[in-house]
T-cell receptor
Framework: AQSVSQHNHHVILSEAASLELGCNYS??????LFWYVQYPGQHLQLLLK??????LVKGIKGFEAEFIKSKFSFNLRKPSVQWSDTAEYFC????????????FGKGTRLSVIA | DTGVSQDPRHKITKRGQNVTFRCDPI?????LYWYRQTLGQGPEFLTY????????KSRLLSDRFSAERPKGSFSTLEIQRTEQGDSAMYLC???????????FGAGTRLSVL
């Protein structure tokens, strides 16, 4: 069964700092990868996804993620965070074939301070 | 609002009581998923439906849990004889059969006293 590991439980950054959140997954086959974001009091929203092709994917609000197959990683990045990026970020994986459900990491809470 | 809606948003109950939650998926989505999220964890899969058929259940879903989707539209999740350990956020998500993106509702937060 696949699993997802997010390295950082809580990250605190100042506005304009650069962000990188780690995500590693374990699964031997081809996967689809996702980053979801949960703003305080709101529902989970898709930030970006990778299915195939260019391993550098761009999402909403200036976020991007890079799929490195050899490292089983899908790290999330943003060059300059804003206070409004304060949220919880979840990495998720699903095998490309089959109908298994999403497997989520434990999440990383990002706090951006002015 | 044409997103996934869940009702109620919050439920407080006493241990031993039964509770039922409802999820209305996006109208053209025939796949519906239930997840549970506890503090400090990501969502954990509970069960999913394709139309009215329940196709998979997680080991997390004890005998006290039951889910239905009788007409292939909305779904209900019932927990019988609630325990304090059932306190969590219960999330519903839906997607089309061919799609790969799940869309989530705001969740129902259950507190068992």
């Amino acid at each position: 069964a696949q699993s997802v590991s997010q390295h950082n439980h809580h990250v605190i950054l100042s506005e304009a700092a650069s962000l990188e959140l780690g995500c590693n997954y374990s699964y031997g086959g081809t996967v689809n990868l996702f980053w979801y974001v949960q703003y305080p009091g709101q529902h989970l929203q898709l930030l970006l996804k990778y299915f195939s092709g260019d391993p550098l994917v761009k999402g909403i609000k200036g976020f991007e993620a890079e799929f490195i197959k050899s490292k089983f990683s899908f790290n999330l990045r943003k060059p300059s965070v804003q206070w409004s990026d304060t949220a919880e970020y979840f990495c998720a994986v699903i095998p490309s074939s089959g109908n298994t459900p999403l497997v989520f990491g434990k999440g990383t809470r990002l706090s951006v301070i002015a | 609002d044409t997103g996934v809606s869940q009702d109620p948003r919050h439920k407080i109950t006493k241990r031993g009581q039964n509770v039922t939650f409802r999820c209305d998926p996006i109208s053209e989505h025939n796949r519906l998923y239930w997840y549970r999220q506890t503090l400090g964890q990501g969502p954990e899969f509970l069960t999913y439906f394709q139309n009215e058929a329940q196709l998979e259940k997680s080991r997390l879903l004890s005998d006290r849990f039951s889910a239905e989707r009788p007409k292939g539209s909305f779904s209900t999740l019932e927990i019988q004889r609630t325990e304090q350990g059932d306190s969590a956020m219960y999330l519903c998500a839906s997607r089309t059969q061919s799609g790969s993106i799940q869309y989530f509702g705001a969740g129902t937060r259950l507190s068992v006293l």
